[in-house]
T-cell receptor
């Protein structure tokens, strides 16, 4: 069973701090990695995606990928209360259909 | 910005009835997906669709489920003889090609009574 694991949290950080969200996956053939943000009762909203080992930065967000360790993370700098949401890690595995396997999500609370 | 649209936003149906959930993917996208999310649980893959046929389906996608792309724009999920456990949010997603990310619609909340 191909799995994607996340700590469900909640992860609580003060406003302005760095939030670090982590994800591990079991399928070594996984090719692409996505972070989605989901507000309660809403649909997943794409934040970032990463394909290659290393870091990828977009504004306040940095995705980090380590395929050898089967680990992907998302850093949110200068966290804002509006960042409070559930962050979903999704992995495109070795299947060529593009299906995504989601983790259970980490709930982030940014306190003013 | 183009978006995936889903209708209805909320569907309430009696157990045993058939429902059709509708999606209009982004116009130049080629790959289409349905996912579901039971309240409090993770998003689960149901089915992928490419070149007018199912390319992959999960164990959840049994004989009570079917998908169709009846014209050049709509992508539908039909659930025959609904069960209480079919109550969930159903998300449609689409993507253009290759490793491009999937974009999700706002979802349909399906409530089976």
């Amino acid at each position: 069973q191909k799995e994607v694991e996340q700590n469900s949290g909640p992860l609580s950080v003060p406003e302005g701090a760095i939030a670090s969200l982590n994800c591990t996956y079991s399928d070594r053939g996984s090719q692409s990695f996505f972070w989605y943000r989901q507000y309660s009762g809403k649909s997943p909203e794409l934040i970032m995606f990463i394909y290659s080992n290393g870091d990828k930065e977009d504004g306040r967000f940095t995705a980090q990928l380590n395929k050898a360790s089967q680990y992907v993370s998302l850093l949110i700098r200068d966290s804002q209360p509006s960042d409070s949401a559930t962050y979903l890690c999704a992995v495109k595995g070795s299947s060529n259909t593009g299906k995504l396997i989601f983790g259970q999500g980490t709930t982030l609370q940014v306190k003013p | 910005e183009p978006e995936v649209t889903q209708t209805p936003s909320h569907q309430v149906t009696q157990m045993g009835q058939e429902v059709i959930l509708r999606c209009v993917p982004i116009s130049n996208h080629l790959y289409f997906y349905w996912y579901r999310q039971i309240l409090g649980q993770k998003v689960e893959f149901l089915v992928s669709f490419y070149n007018n046929e199912i390319s992959e389906k999960s164990e959840i996608f049994d004989d009570q489920f079917s998908v169709e792309r009846p014209d050049g724009s709509n992508f539908t999920l039909k659930i025959r003889s609904t069960k209480l456990e079919d109550s969930a949010m159903y998300f449609c997603a689409s993507k253009s090609e290759g490793a491009q990310p999937q974009h999700f619609g706002d979802g349909t909340r399906l409530s089976i009574l």
